[in-house]
């Protein structure tokens, strides 16, 4: 079954929202974004989200110390490093790893390899000139099934929405999607009924119902 993450929470009501459409995972960015979030506001949101909800920080160049300091105050069960982060930080934070990718072309796969079994999974995200996700942008998917071959969990970001998400699915057939700007009004507060479609769709569909 495809696992949801919905990500660049930054109040209750979309996280209370997200938690009972179905969605497996929140995420939480901690780095330079319209989305982002204090470690204050992060924890409190956490606190309120039930178990098996897993919690997602998103951090891009940020000093380990101070990832594991924000890891630990808000109660984070996963992190996501969305910058240049070497193999040997990745796997320093193991088995609570997860490392994205900006995928260009088919020569961006590569950079994949020296990641292997240092990361728990591989986000393949949309490339963007001094941006780290959050686009709104898609990139070619069959780029990203051919990801699948390297042998990794492979999470599909970048440019998910209600309207593309089951093609998407059916040709990446991916262990994970995760989907910010898609299911919003604007960034950093959801539109519940999008989240609602979207994640009605993947559950309904082959590939989330297994």
Known sequence: MVKIKICGITNHRDAASAVELGTDAVGFVFA???RRITPERAQ????????FVQTVGVFVNERPDVIRQIMRFCG???IQ????E???VCEDFMPRSIKAFQIRDRSGLH?????KGKTKAMLLDTYADQKRGGTGKRFDWNLAAMGKTLGVPIILAGGLTPSNIE???????????????????RPGKKDHLLMERLIKIIRNSDYGSE
């Open 32 to 34: 330079p974004s319209p």
């Open 44 to 51: 409190q949101i956490i606190n309120a989200i039930p178990p």
């Open 86 to 88: 070497p193999p040997e």
């Open 111 to 115: 950079a994949i390899t020296p990641y």
């Open 76 to 78: 984070l069960d996963l």
């Open 81 to 84: 490093f969305h910058g240049d």
């Open 167 to 185: 093609r998407a699915i059916s040709m990446v057939n991916p262990f994970a999607v995760d989907v910010g700007s898609g299911v919003e009004d």
